[in-house]
């Protein structure tokens, strides 16, 4: 699998309530071309690691996130609740599909990431009924 196919499995919440506001333009413009690339159902291979959403991420100094530890259990979380395991490989629509499913449908995506700092957006989507 190339590399730029790496998704960390935490960011298959975040893209469910991304509304184009992030850490820099450059970030945003770039989670905007992700998600428009994941459209066409991409195979990912989920990881607990940087991935392609991070390499445009501000957090990412020296090839490391900054909040490595507060995000890996993130990741860990998700895979937890999705019953998969972190190098498990799916097309994009199969992995949101578990993430809707098995997290976002059974209200545990505070469970998952109440510390994050998108915190307020995604909650507010989710009372709106707007995540997809």
């Known amino acids: 699998m190339s590399e730029n196919k790496k998704l960390r499995a935490h960011h298959g919440m975040c893209l469910s309530f991304f509304e184009g506001k992030g850490y820099s333009d450059t970030f945003t413009k770039h989670m905007e071309q992700v998600q428009k690339m994941l459209e066409l159902n991409p195979r990912v291979m989920l990881v607990t690691q940087g991935d392609m959403i991070c390499e445009k991420c501000p957090n990412l100094k020296d090839g490391r996130c900054l909040t490595d530890k507060k995000v890996r259990t993130y990741d860990e979380k998700v895979l937890k609740y999705c019953g ?9 629509k199969e992995f949101h599909a578990l993430v809707k499913e098995n997290i976002l449908l059974k209200g545990k995506r505070k469970e998952i990431c109440r510390e994050c700092q ?8 989710e009372n709106q009924g707007t995540k997809s």
Do not use: H, L, T, V
């Open 84 to 92: 998969i395991q972190e190098n498990q490989e799916f097309s994009w």
């Open 118 to 125: 998108w915190e307020e957006i995604c909650s507010k989507r």
